[in-house]
């Protein structure tokens, strides 16, 4: 050991005391600046797994949003299984939300904090690392001087008895042996004597090193302590920031806390016990089954005048005829020429003097220009009549699936025209002004 102090090789126990053993002490400051990284770590792993779930609870939503919508269950029981999918993107959002501030919030403070706590030097290392080195090897230098003198001491007084031992087992085998001469047996005795004196020495020196380190033990303890104390005090401050950390955490993990979290879960209950099925089949009877109306045959008696009612399907629908029309023009104030009909399979030539509206109905609607002029008339007609409209309300919502078609939701009013047709469709006007064709079992009419 060398006369500055050097705590190297010293400690011959584990105990806190021993030279050298207080750097257990000091590495727990590097410890600390190295749980800070593993805490951001930790907690920035579980930020992605939340991401990954609400990604996954998002597109698990989607697909199975769609697969409900075009799949055949209908009515109550249909919302309330896209409730589940509603509470699943609103559970996606709070998860969003956790992953935010696991990844933000909570690792920004913590970085925070270690920026603070922790001071790097340009020499590498911290600087409380150091003061903390340098605090327990000042306090220790000192005592550890004594320290090497008893050591020194005891390994000279240990050397002397040894060789006072050595010296006395030589004495008593030259008296055991007749061979030697009283003289040579004097010097052994001799020899015994003077290793007794050099041990008494050693020991003397020995007990008094012993006595000058036993005098330091409370001041380098005092020492020790102090720097000790305030290693500790940094490090209560790291546990108790640490246990704040965590409990942010908890807080921020712990959705059934949360508002959102309760009526998620709530409202979800809500929409599951508003299922009826009561309800559902009443509606399926009158969409799909017995409550749909029906035009039951009846006997109709001809008349010129009369003006079949056009269906939806009929509308859609294009005659084919073999008839051609041609030399057709424009109406004015002059009347048209007489048209020539040319008929393929009976090469018969009509020629009269028709009019407009004398011309048949197939005739016209085989050169494309008879129907769409028929139904702009009658248009023209109905709104030159201004049918006065009966008021409905709606049963069930209806989305249009045509051009021609209108929607509205369960509970609007709307004017009736007319009676329905043969294929259960009748003509209506929406609040808005919007004139089309709705099934006429989605409404009733309202009684006043």
């Given at each position: 050991?060398?006369?500055?102090?050097?705590?190297?090789?010293m400690?011959?126990?584990?105990?806190?005391w021993?030279?050298g053993?207080?750097?257990?002490?000091?590495?727990?400051?590097?410890?600390?600046?190295?749980?800070?990284n593993?805490?951001?770590?930790?907690?920035?792993?579980r930020?992605k797994?939340?991401?990954?779930y609400?990604?996954?609870?998002?597109?698990?939503?989607?697909?199975?949003?769609?697969?409900?919508?075009?799949?055949p269950?209908?009515?109550?029981?249909?919302?309330?299984?896209?409730?589940?999918m509603?509470?699943?993107d609103?559970?996606?959002?709070?998860?969003?939300?956790?992953?935010?501030?696991?990844?933000?919030?909570?690792?920004?403070?913590?970085?925070?904090?270690?920026?603070?706590?922790?001071?790097?030097?340009?020499?590498?290392?911290?600087?409380?690392?150091?003061?903390?080195?340098?605090?327990?090897?000042?306090?220790?230098?000192?005592?550890?001087?004594?320290?090497?003198?008893?050591?020194?001491?005891?390994?000279?007084?240990?050397?002397?008895?040894?060789?006072e031992?050595?010296?006395?087992?030589?004495?008593?085998?030259?008296?055991?042996?007749?061979?030697?001469?009283?003289?040579?047996?004097?010097?052994?005795?001799?020899?015994v004597?003077?290793?007794?004196?050099?041990?008494?020495?050693?020991?003397?020196?020995?007990?008094?090193a012993?006595?000058?380190?036993?005098?330091?033990?409370?001041?380098?303890?005092?020492?020790?302590?102090?720097?000790?104390?305030?290693?500790?005090?940094?490090e209560?401050?790291?546990?108790?920031?640490?246990?704040?950390?965590?409990?942010?955490?908890?807080?921020?993990?712990?959705?059934?806390?949360?508002?959102g979290?309760?009526?998620?879960?709530?409202d979800?209950?809500?929409?599951?016990?508003?299922?009826?099925?009561v309800?559902?089949?009443?509606?399926?009877?009158?969409?799909?089954?017995?409550?749909?109306?029906?035009?039951?045959?009846?006997?109709?008696?001809?008349?010129?005048?009369?003006?079949?009612?056009i269906?939806?399907?009929?509308?859609?629908?294009?005659?084919?005829?073999?008839?051609?029309?041609?030399?057709i023009?424009?109406?004015?104030?002059?009347?048209?020429?007489?048209?020539?009909?040319?008929?393929?399979?009976?090469?018969?030539?009509?020629?009269?003097?028709?009019?407009?509206?004398?011309?048949?109905?197939?005739?016209l609607?085989?050169?494309?220009?008879g129907?769409?002029?028929?139904?702009?008339?009658?248009?023209e007609?109905?709104?030159?009549?201004?049918?006065?409209?009966?008021?409905?309300r709606?049963?069930?919502d209806?989305?249009?699936?045509?051009?021609?078609?209108l929607?509205?939701?369960?509970?609007?009013?709307?004017?009736?025209f007319?009676?329905?047709?043969?294929?259960?469709?009748?003509?209506?006007?929406?609040?808005?002004?919007?004139?089309?064709?709705y099934?006429a079992?989605?409404?009733?009419q309202?009684?006043?």
């Open positions: 050991m060398s006369s500055n102090g050097d705590l190297s090789d400690g011959t126990s584990d105990s806190f021993e030279p053993n207080y750097k257990r002490t000091v590495h727990r400051v590097d410890d600390g600046n190295r749980l800070c593993d805490l951001v770590s930790c907690f920035q792993e930020a797994i939340e991401k990954s609400a990604l996954q609870l998002s597109d698990w939503a989607r697909k199975w949003r769609n697969s409900v919508e075009k799949g269950q209908y009515g109550t029981l249909e919302k309330a299984w896209h409730a589940f509603q509470a699943a609103r559970l996606s959002d709070l998860h969003l939300e956790l992953r935010e501030r696991l990844a933000g919030e909570d690792s920004d403070k913590v970085r925070g904090w270690q920026k603070e706590a922790f001071h790097k030097q340009l020499i590498g290392g911290f600087k409380e690392t150091k003061e903390a080195d340098d605090g327990f090897r000042k306090a220790q230098k000192p005592w550890v001087r004594k320290l090497k003198d008893v050591e020194t001491s005891k390994k000279s007084y240990h050397q002397a008895r040894k060789e031992r050595t010296a006395v087992t030589r004495e008593s085998h030259a008296k055991a042996d007749t061979s030697k001469s009283l003289e040579e047996v004097r010097k052994y005795t001799d020899r004597e003077r290793c007794g004196q050099e041990a008494e020495k050693a020991k003397e020196r020995y007990e008094k012993l006595e000058e380190l036993n005098r330091c033990n409370p001041r380098y303890m005092e020492d020790m302590e102090q720097v000790f104390d305030l290693t500790q005090e940094a209560q401050k790291r546990l108790s920031f640490f246990k704040e950390v965590l409990q942010d955490i908890h807080t921020h993990l712990d959705l059934s806390s949360k508002e979290f309760k009526s998620l879960y709530r979800l209950g809500q929409t599951i016990n508003s299922a009826n099925d309800e559902d089949l009443r509606w399926w009877r009158n969409t799909h089954g017995p409550g749909m109306s029906m035009n039951w045959p009846q006997f109709e008696e001809w008349s010129p005048e009369s003006k079949r009612s269906g939806r399907k009929d509308r859609a629908s294009k005659t084919e005829d073999v008839v051609t029309l041609t030399n023009v424009s109406s004015g104030e002059v009347d048209p020429p007489t048209p020539t009909l040319q008929d393929t399979h009976r090469g018969k030539d009509y020629s009269s003097d028709w009019s407009d509206e004398d011309i048949p109905k197939k005739v609607a085989a050169n494309g220009v129907e769409d002029e028929e139904e702009e008339e009658e248009g007609e109905e709104q030159d009549e201004k049918v006065e409209g009966v008021r409905v709606a049963l069930y209806y989305t249009g699936q045509e051009s021609d078609e929607s509205f939701k369960s509970g609007e009013e709307l004017l009736k007319g009676e329905e047709d043969e294929q259960g469709w009748c003509k209506g006007q929406l609040a808005n002004g919007r004139v089309g064709l099934p079992n989605y409404v009733q309202v009684t006043s």
